[in-house]
């Protein structure tokens, strides 16, 4: 059984909008610190999102002001909503856990932004 499963790719117009969702089989999700990766052709894994299991957050630079990551621990579920999209945000995006220092990966969900 996969720990992390996501959700919710897909293509989308320049200037247009998705939201990843990624569950988590876990009963300790809440400890989790929760991520998203991404992961362009011929580039190397990007780190786009972090946020801890106090909520605090972390956005690389690229997405700040675009993306928002969030988390429901009730659902043990990790959002990522993304606006404004360009077609640089094209790529297969990972939902990324750690807890405490082991790391888990989900299966990666393709984001495709083109006109």
């Known amino acids: 059984q996969d720990l992390l499963v996501e959700s919710g790719g897909g293509l989308v117009q320049p200037g247009g909008s998705l939201r990843l969702s990624c569950v988590v089989s876990?009963?300790?999700?809440?400890?989790?610190?929760m991520g998203w990766y991404r992961q362009a052709p011929g580039k190397q894994r990007e780190l786009v999102a972090l946020i801890s299991r106090d909520k605090s957050t972390t956005y690389v630079d690229s997405v700040k002001g675009r993306f928002t990551i969030s988390r429901d621990n009730l659902k043990k579920m990790v959002y990522l909503e993304m606006n404004s999209l360009k077609p640089e945000d094209t790529a297969v995006y990972y939902c990324y856990g750690r807890y405490p220092e082991t790391e888990y990966w989900g299966q990666g969900t393709q984001v495709t932004v083109s006109p």
């Open positions: 876990s009963s300790i999700f809440s400890l989790y610190t």
